[in-house]
């Protein structure tokens, strides 16, 4: 993704996370996609990360995806946040670190969620913790997978992964 766009990106995504517009996903948006089990885990998520995996999974239906594996892991991908919430000020520091030190904010990402590093820790983290949270609800193995290596940066031929990161880019 070019500067401008990545830029354009994240001042919609700071507007989004600020005022919204946050509609509630109907649960019979959810139902095609998710068990209940599943559903309640979704609803875990802030508000606004529940409308970004929303839209995330619109993309990609409207861009013709019907594998059930890679809709689940759309509507789910972010969940591991869930289990330590970000503040629109966490999301900031992140974005401000991983652009102007990102081998400091890699280094970061280790060890405990707690102080300065807690939000560093949950944006690498996030992608396991969901894996693990969802699987022992009963995720498929291959939407499970997807959550947890949506944040790869490695290069990959598995064409799902790749759809998934690049409508999450998008959205």
Known sequence: MSLPSRLAY?????RLAFFGPWHPVPDEALSPHLSPTL????????????AHSFAVLEHLRDSGQTDPALLAAALLHDVGKSLSPLSVLDRVLIVLGKRFFPRAAKRWGDGEPRGLRRPFVVAARHPAWGADLVAAAGVSPRACDLIRRHQDASPTDDALLMTLQQADDFE
Do not use: N, Y
């Not at 994240?10 to 700071?14: A, D, E, G, P, V």
């Not at 559903?39 to 529940?50: A, G, H, K, L, V």
């Open 10 to 14: 994240r001042i919609r995504q700071f």
């Open 39 to 50: 559903i309640t885990i979704f609803r875990r998520m802030t508000p606004s990360e529940q």
